[in-house]
């Protein structure tokens, strides 16, 4: 039986990203041969539309271009997202870099500039704080 594997959706070719677009990535859809990939979209899982505006991690919030504070659907989504890797026994995540969700090690500054700092999404904290390793698409 193959290991369960989460996967960004939009990485799998799902049109759920901020701008209603996907970013399917070849190298992340071919380890479909070795894995079994679970696919998940905490913004939307969380209540977020497609198309919405941008986010970006401020402080301890996650805020929207439009100024909207939307820190309680990201957590409602990291948290089904969570829900999801564990039932599924998955002990890696495969998620998308530099999102205010799911990317790891460095993400947008706040600024909406396309700056990025250090730090995590809040799918990818949570997910590391589960013991559930976190890989982007650019580390495959």
Known sequence: ???????????????????GQSKPCEKVIELSEKYNLIP?????MGGLK????????IGESVIGKDGSDNTKEYK???EIA??????NDAKKAVLKAKSPSC????IYD????GTLKEGDGI?????????????TENEI
């Open 76 to 78: 409602k989504g990291a």
């Open 1 to 19: 039986m193959k290991e369960n594997i989460i996967v960004s959706a939009c990485l799998l070719g799902e049109s759920c990203r901020y701008d």
């Open 123 to 135: 799918t990818a904290k949570l997910f590391m704080e589960n013991e559930i390793e976190v890989l």
């Open 50 to 57: 497609t198309p919405r505006h941008p986010s970006e991690i």
């Open 82 to 87: 969570l829900s999801i890797a564990l039932q």
């Open 103 to 106: 990317g790891k090690g460095r």
């Open 40 to 44: 998940v979209c905490p913004e939307v």
């Open 110 to 113: 706040g600024t909406f500039s």
